[in-house]
């Protein structure tokens, strides 16, 4: 209980400090104080008992001088009446006189202090009629009890004296305490707990401690919540600007045409907007049906590309720019750009470039395209050409490349009128594509010259093969409207790639196969 | 008036002490049969102040005192005034232990009562002194170094 008080009163802590110290200054003071009046009431009583003796002297020297048994009764009576005296022996030459009092109380309460040298007064008694002539002695022992008793006495009223006082500093020091430190304090903690400092409320100054230190306190605690509101305040402000901007940044996010989204380096999706699922064709079942949305997943064929594209955005930090269609659907594509965040967290934005991508892809397909037949134009062929020998070179592959001029052409051409020799060109071209492979490209170069391209070949067999196949296909009459046929032959030449060979000297040993079925009767193939 | 009576009468026995003193100075006597013939300070002030009741020889000692001549005898046996030894015995008047010599008038009826008891001694004017007592000492004479024979 006190001990609660002790820690939770400031009052009752800094009374019990005071009150140890005063009570152990106190006990020290107190011993010295005893200590010293023991020394002083000794000395005291020894020089009184010295008086005595001097007192007595003459009547004793008298006792003694004529070895009054009678008289030494009466004076050793006469000194235990003092009541510091507890034992008195006359001697008279040697002979004991007179004895009163026990001698051994004195040794009892000596307790073998210094003082025990001290114990016992004693003198010689000369002749009282010749100063030279001992006659006797007396030996006198204090009552060191008594003494004692008397340094009670003396110091009980210092220890009364001390003890008030101690009850008074423990009084006064827990009043001022509590009047001038902790009831203000307490007032002060009291209205802090009620005050609403989000309001900006200040807490109020307490009369009389304007100046100190509490009510420095009091001032910086003020202070402390002026500061806090202000910052409280601009917190606000930011917070709202920070809420509306990102209300606006969502509303953009959201509503965006351009899908955008985070994925990690493998390909988990983080976050995206609803045009990402537009994009990516994902409908809102796909997306609760999987635990985890990644983006090769949605990629489907295209997830190769786009994880070398993911890796070699997040290992360079730059962005990778890509078009790819989705789902394999040829109609739709998407821009792609990856940019680096972290370490492990990429951020996309795509768009959708289906019309503009299907209008190049239209355009080039145009450029590459012969409009009268639908197979290639020399364009496409340059541009086929130039990536066969690319790959050939790359892949050691080899290709052929078949040239083919049609016979007698010229004179359809003349009998029947262009319209003929278009409808001619037009089945010849349906015969080369019907017969070519898928991967093989069929090309009108101009007039009646056409090109075929064999990839993947590795010797010239297909190529004689395919070229024998057309010969006799080409050789069938063709419809060329109102009930007439015409017959036309070709003339074939055929050279096999190789890699140290140039373009040109390819084409040249080609034509240089066709001239030679040519010059050799037509409707024939050679190689070169 | 009193005080000044007091005063002669003190002058007056000082100067009839002095001139006894020196004219005829006080002597120890003792009975003849006493034992003894001579006598220390020592002995001399035991006797006469009770602390010894017997003589050294071993008879029962019996002093007498002067009355004219005791203030000259206690100031040359113990160099103290009459009143001291008026005192000294008046502290002892309840002890019963010891008690003062006779008190004599006259040197005639000292040498009488010594002539008769062989314990007695006492002192008179040298002059006064017959062949019935001994000369134990000269009071003048008596030291502390005398011993008794």
């Given at each position: 209980m006190?001990?609660?008080?002790?820690?939770?009163?400031?009052?009752?802590?800094?009374?019990?400090?005071?009150?140890?110290?005063?009570?152990?200054?106190?006990?020290?003071?107190?011993a010295?104080?005893?200590?010293?009046?023991?020394?002083?009431?000794?000395?005291r009583?020894?020089?009184?008992?010295?008086?005595?003796?001097?007192?007595?002297?003459?009547?004793l020297q008298?006792?003694?001088?004529?070895?009054?048994?009678?008289?030494?009764?009466?004076?050793?009576?006469?000194?235990?009446?003092?009541?510091?005296?507890?034992?008195?022996?006359?001697?008279?030459?040697?002979?004991?006189l007179?004895?009163?009092?026990?001698?051994?109380?004195?040794?009892?309460?000596g307790?073998?202090?210094p003082?025990e040298?001290?114990?016992?007064?004693?003198?010689?008694?000369?002749?009282?009629f010749d100063?030279?002539?001992?006659?006797?002695?007396?030996?006198?022992?204090?009552?060191?009890?008594?003494?004692?008793?008397e340094?009670?006495?003396?110091?009980?009223?210092?220890?009364?004296?001390?003890?008030?006082?101690?009850?008074?500093?423990?009084?006064?020091?827990?009043?001022?305490?509590?009047?001038?430190?902790?009831?203000?304090?307490?007032?002060?903690?009291?209205?802090?707990?009620?005050?609403k400092?989000?309001?900006?409320?200040?807490?109020?100054?307490?009369?009389?401690?304007?100046?100190?230190?509490?009510?420095?306190?009091?001032?910086?605690?003020?202070?402390?919540?002026?500061?806090?509101?202000?910052?409280?305040?601009?917190e606000?402000?930011?917070?709202?600007?920070?809420e509306?901007?990102?209300?606006?940044?969502?509303?953009?996010?959201?509503?965006?045409?351009?899908?955008?989204?985070?994925?990690?380096?493998?390909?988990?999706?983080?976050?995206?907007?609803?045009?990402?699922?537009?994009?990516?064709?994902?409908?809102?079942?796909?997306?609760?049906?999987?635990?985890?949305?990644?983006?090769?997943?949605?990629?489907g064929?295209?997830?190769?590309?786009?994880?070398?594209?993911?890796e070699?955005c997040?290992?360079?930090?730059?962005?990778?720019?890509?078009?790819?269609?989705?789902?394999?659907?040829?109609?739709?594509?998407?821009?792609?750009?990856?940019?680096?965040?972290?370490?492990?967290?990429l951020?996309?934005?795509?768009?959708?470039?289906?019309?503009?991508?299907?209008?190049?892809?239209?355009?080039?397909?145009?450029a590459t395209?012969?409009?009268?037949?639908?197979?290639?134009?020399?364009?496409?062929?340059?541009?086929?050409?130039?990536?066969?020998?690319?790959?050939?070179?790359?892949?050691?592959?080899?290709?052929?490349?078949?040239?083919?001029?049609?016979d007698?052409?010229?004179?359809?051409?003349?009998?029947?009128?262009?319209?003929?020799?278009d409808?001619?060109?037009?089945?010849?071209?349906?015969?080369?594509?019907?017969?070519?492979?898928?991967?093989?490209y069929?090309?009108?170069?101009?007039?009646?010259?056409?090109?075929?391209?064999?990839?993947?070949?590795?010797s010239?067999?297909?190529?004689?093969?395919?070229?024998?196949?057309?010969?006799?296909?080409?050789?069938q009459?063709?419809d060329?409207?109102?009930?007439?046929?015409?017959?036309?032959?070709?003339?074939?030449?055929i050279?096999?790639s190789?890699?140290?060979?140039?373009?040109?000297?390819?084409?040249?040993?080609?034509?240089?196969?066709?001239?030679?079925?040519?010059?050799?009767?037509?409707?024939?193939?050679?190689?070169? | 008036?009193?005080?000044?009576?007091?005063?002669?009468?003190?002058?007056?026995?000082?100067?009839?002490?002095?001139?006894?003193?020196?004219?005829?100075?006080?002597?120890?006597?003792?009975?003849?049969e006493?034992?003894?013939?001579?006598?220390?300070?020592?002995?001399?002030?035991?006797?006469?102040?009770?602390?010894?009741?017997?003589?050294?020889?071993?008879?029962?000692?019996?002093?007498?005192?002067?009355?004219?001549?005791?203030?000259?005898?206690?100031?040359?046996?113990?160099?103290?005034?009459?009143?001291?030894?008026?005192?000294?015995?008046?502290?002892?008047?309840?002890?019963?232990?010891?008690?003062?010599?006779?008190?004599?008038?006259?040197?005639?009826?000292?040498?009488e009562?010594?002539?008769?008891?062989?314990?007695?001694?006492?002192?008179?004017?040298?002059?006064?002194?017959?062949?019935?007592?001994?000369?134990?000492?000269?009071?003048?004479?008596?030291?502390e170094?005398?011993?008794?024979?």
């Amino acid at each position: 209980m006190i001990i609660r008080l002790i820690k939770t009163r400031l009052a009752a802590r800094s009374t019990a400090a005071i009150l140890l110290l005063v009570a152990v200054l106190g006990m020290v003071f107190l011993a010295l104080a005893m200590r010293l009046a023991s020394v002083q009431e000794t000395d005291r009583q020894y020089r009184q008992l010295e008086g005595l003796l001097d007192t007595v002297e003459s009547t004793l020297q008298i006792a003694c001088f004529l070895r009054d048994r009678e008289l030494a009764g009466e004076l050793v009576a006469g000194l235990m009446q003092n009541s510091t005296v507890a034992a008195v022996t006359i001697t008279a030459d040697d002979q004991v006189l007179s004895r009163a009092g026990e001698s051994n109380r004195a040794a009892q309460s000596g307790d073998g202090q210094p003082e025990e040298n001290r114990a016992e007064l004693s003198r010689t008694i000369r002749s009282p009629f010749d100063e030279t002539k001992i006659v006797g002695g007396i030996r006198l022992i204090p009552d060191r009890g008594v003494i004692r008793q008397e340094v009670m006495d003396s110091t009980y009223f210092v220890s009364v004296l001390l003890f008030v006082q101690m009850a008074i500093i423990g009084l006064g020091t827990a009043i001022i305490v509590v009047r001038l430190v902790t009831r203000p304090i307490a007032r002060i903690s009291r209205r802090l707990h009620r005050l609403k400092a989000e309001t900006g409320e200040q807490l109020a100054l307490p009369r009389g401690n304007e100046d100190d230190e509490i009510g420095q306190l009091v001032n910086d605690v003020n202070a402390m919540i002026d500061y806090l509101i202000q910052i409280l305040g601009k917190e606000r402000k930011l917070r709202l600007q920070r809420e509306v901007e990102e209300k606006k940044f969502r509303t953009i996010f959201e509503n965006a045409e351009t899908a955008i989204f985070q994925v990690e380096e493998n390909g988990r999706l983080t976050s995206f907007n609803p045009a990402f699922l537009r994009h990516f064709q994902v409908s809102e079942k796909d997306l609760h049906g999987k635990p985890q949305l990644t983006l090769y997943d949605l990629a489907g064929g295209q997830a190769t590309l786009l994880r070398e594209q993911v890796e070699a955005c997040r290992r360079n930090r730059t962005n990778r720019e890509l078009e790819f269609n989705v789902a394999e659907d040829p109609t739709r594509w998407l821009h792609l750009v990856l940019s680096y965040l972290d370490e492990n967290l990429l951020q996309g934005v795509a768009n959708d470039i289906s019309e503009r991508k299907l209008a190049e892809m239209d355009a080039e397909r145009r450029a590459t395209t012969d409009s009268l037949t639908g197979i290639g134009n020399r364009a496409g062929f340059d541009n086929r050409l130039a990536r066969l020998v690319r790959q050939s070179q790359q892949r050691n592959r080899h290709f052929a490349l078949m040239m083919m001029d049609l016979d007698f052409f010229k004179e359809v051409n003349d009998t029947y009128g262009h319209q003929a020799g278009d409808a001619v060109l037009v089945a010849v071209a349906t015969t080369l594509r019907n017969a070519a492979r898928k991967t093989d490209y069929v090309a009108r170069l101009g007039g009646d010259e056409f090109v075929l391209l064999l990839d993947d070949v590795d010797s010239e067999e297909p190529a004689t093969r395919l070229a024998e196949k057309l010969l006799e296909d080409i050789a069938q009459p063709i419809d060329i409207g109102n009930g007439v046929s015409a017959s036309v032959g070709a003339s074939i030449g055929i050279a096999l790639s190789n890699r140290e060979e140039s373009v040109d000297d390819l084409i040249s040993r080609a034509d240089a196969a066709m001239y030679r079925s040519k010059q050799e009767g037509r409707n024939q193939f050679h190689t070169g | 008036m009193v005080r000044r009576l007091f005063f002669i009468l003190v002058l007056a026995g000082q100067l009839c002490a002095t001139s006894l003193a020196q004219e005829e100075g006080l002597v120890l006597i003792a009975n003849p049969e006493s034992g003894i013939k001579a006598m220390d300070r020592d002995t001399a002030i035991n006797l006469f102040m009770g602390r010894f009741k017997k003589l050294p020889s071993g008879i029962t000692a019996l002093p007498l005192d002067l009355t004219g001549d005791r203030e000259t005898f206690y100031r040359q046996l113990v160099n103290k005034r009459l009143p001291e030894i008026n005192s000294y015995w008046a502290r002892l008047v309840f002890s019963g232990r010891a008690s003062p010599p006779r008190q004599i008038e006259t040197p005639e009826e000292v040498l009488e009562i010594v002539a008769n008891n062989r314990g007695a001694i006492g002192y008179v004017p040298r002059g006064a002194t017959d062949d019935r007592v001994v000369v134990l000492a000269d009071l003048f004479a008596l030291t502390e170094r005398d011993t008794a024979p």
